[in-house]
């Protein structure tokens, strides 16, 4: 007996189709596809370290695997840029509900019998605190490492976002696996391929 067809995978794959930034310049455009893979190397690292470094528990391959999936609702509805989304609390509680409505969507497209084992990566709402907290915060890195680079491209569209950004990544500097991995990785992240070789090669 042939199974009904899905569309969740067709859905997923459409990441790469959907721009970030959308209604900023960017000199590197960039995706979904792209960012959320960034947010879940981002995640593991940070759980990795919190693991080996101060006494954390969590499993750094379910806190990657979240971080893929936490902008799912993004192939229903685009990005919407934080600007906009946050620009009074009336938009912030519709955008929300909207986000909400095509997680379930995204969920609803599986085959019944698969939908147990996505419910905790798809819908936002019943995710983890502890791994939805190690997410934002890889979220709000790979923002700010965007931003930066952005930058350091001397495109100073993005001059108001690093500075919106700063505060947070300092409040975030208080957990201890975030703060050794900005001193560690962070300044490497802009540098050419030429001083990444040679960096490595003085190894």
């Given at each position: 007996?042939?199974?009904?067809?899905?569309?969740?995978?067709?859905?997923?794959?459409?990441?790469?189709?959907?721009?970030?930034?959308?209604?900023?310049?960017?000199?590197?455009?960039?995706?979904?596809a792209e960012?959320?893979?960034?947010?879940?190397?981002?995640?593991?690292?940070?759980?990795?370290?919190?693991?080996?470094?101060?006494?954390?528990?969590?499993?750094?391959?379910?806190?990657?695997?979240?971080?893929?999936?936490?902008?799912?609702?993004?192939?229903?509805?685009?990005?919407?840029?934080?600007?906009?989304?946050?620009?009074?609390?009336?938009?912030?509680?519709?955008?929300?509900?909207?986000?909400?409505?095509?997680?379930?969507?995204?969920l609803d497209?599986?085959?019944?019998?698969?939908?147990?084992?996505?419910?905790?990566?798809?819908?936002?709402?019943?995710?983890?605190?502890?791994?939805?907290?190690?997410?934002?915060?890889?979220?709000?890195?790979?923002?700010?490492?965007?931003?930066?680079?952005?930058?350091?491209?001397?495109?100073?569209?993005?001059?108001?976002?690093?500075?919106?950004?700063?505060?947070?990544?300092?409040?975030?500097?208080?957990?201890?696996?975030?703060?050794?991995?900005?001193?560690?990785?962070?300044?490497?992240?802009?540098?050419?391929?030429?001083?990444?070789?040679?960096?490595?090669?003085?190894?």
């Amino acid at each position: 007996m042939s199974q009904p067809s899905s569309t969740f995978l067709a859905w997923l794959f459409r990441m790469p189709l959907i721009r970030r930034w959308s209604l900023m310049f960017c000199v590197k455009p960039e995706n979904v596809a792209e960012h959320s893979h960034q947010v879940a190397i981002v995640a593991h690292l940070l759980t990795v370290i919190k693991n080996s470094k101060f006494g954390g528990t969590l499993s750094p391959e379910k806190a990657a695997t979240t971080a893929l999936y936490h902008e799912c609702s993004e192939t229903w509805l685009g990005d919407i840029v934080s600007p906009v989304k946050y620009s009074n609390p009336q938009i912030t509680k519709e955008f929300k509900l909207l986000e909400q409505a095509a997680e379930q969507q995204c969920l609803d497209s599986l085959p019944p019998e698969l939908r147990g084992a996505f419910a905790d990566l798809v819908v936002q709402n019943n995710i983890e605190p502890e791994y939805a907290a190690v997410v934002k915060a890889a979220d709000i890195i790979c923002a700010y490492v965007k931003a930066k680079d952005e930058l350091a491209h001397h495109n100073h569209e993005f001059d108001h976002v690093v500075a919106k950004m700063e505060p947070r990544i300092a409040e975030l500097r208080q957990q201890p696996e975030v703060a050794y991995f900005l001193d560690v990785f962070l300044a490497s992240c802009n540098n050419t391929l030429d001083s990444l070789t040679q960096s490595q090669q003085r190894r």
